[in-house]
């Protein structure tokens, strides 16, 4: 998957305006939170922002950051995990399933293990890891349905 078609995709989970209360990320539109913006330049009305600056945001910050290009099927899964919950974070779950060192960096080890990688299997392993760490977190109440629902659309790919 290339990522303007995981970018399309994500905002069937990521897209509108959004200011929950309960969420820490506060104002957001198309995923991206407020903060999130303002560091990357935009200084606009959240509710404003085009899916086009969004886009710009999302690909150095998130794609790029987990290489996403590298990753074949499982891009989309780590692409998306990264958005939801951080690219760090993405990347000690996609270590976890590779079975190397999880420092949240992307670097030869990791790259090696990936292109060893049986990727239907680390795709089940990674989304298995992401949902069960998902589950222990306090907001688990207030969006553990939405989650779930988002991870299994996304072992539909």
Partial sequence: MKFD???QRLLGSEGGYSNDPADSGGETMWGVTKRVAQANGYQGAMHDM??????????????????????????????????????????????QSLGVADDGVIGPATRAAIAQADTARLARVFTGNRLDFMTG???????GKGWAR???NNLRI
């Fill in 137 to 143: 977190l306090a907001t688990w109440p207030n969006f």
């Fill in 50 to 95: 085009t899916q086009d600056q969004a886009k710009a945001i999302y690909k150095p910050l998130y794609w790029d950051a987990v290489c996403g290009d590298q990753l074949g099927d499982l891009a989309f899964h780590v692409f998306d995990a990264a958005v939801n919950s951080g690219p760090a974070q993405a990347v000690r779950w996609l270590q």
């Fill in 5 to 7: 078609e995981a970018f």
């Fill in 150 to 152: 988002r991870i299994a």
